[in-house]
């Protein structure tokens, strides 16, 4: 698997963003010897210990099921990985928001036009 970036290396500890395919950017800590260059095999990137907040499970608590993980994805996607990343890039945040919201307008209105419901006013 592709590093996306080596963010740091304390000692023998190494802090990697990596693209998981259902989660988006996800930072880890991974030890330094597991690195292959630009590389780390897939069980040692997900054996790593995962920085920031675990966006999933602080969403799902507000958000209706499957929104949850959909935003947590777009906020990691956004380098949204703390507290302290949420309250520099507010509109960041802002845009993610905007975004999940968005694509769930267009589902709602999907499908509401396999029920026939019509668009115009008449």
Not at 25 to 50: C, H, K, N, Q, W
Not at 59 to 85: C, F, K, N, Q
Request: glycine share 6%; hydrophobic share 45%; no cysteine.
């Amino acid at each position: 698997m592709k590093v996306n970036k080596i963010i740091s290396e304390h000692g023998q500890t190494t802090l990697i963003e990596v693209q998981l395919p259902a989660r988006g950017a996800v930072r880890m800590y991974v030890p330094s010897d597991t690195l292959r260059g630009e590389y780390i095999d897939e069980f040692d990137a997900m054996s790593g210990i995962e920085f920031g907040v675990p966006w999933e499970e602080v969403l799902e608590r507000i958000l209706p099921e499957g929104a949850a993980a959909r935003l947590a994805m777009l906020l990691r996607d956004s380098h949204i990985y703390t507290v302290d990343d949420a309250r520099a890039q507010p509109m960041t945040v802002q845009a993610a928001l905007q975004k999940l919201w968005q694509a769930d307008v267009n589902r709602i209105i999907a499908l509401a036009l396999q029920f026939g419901v019509k668009g115009e006013m008449k």
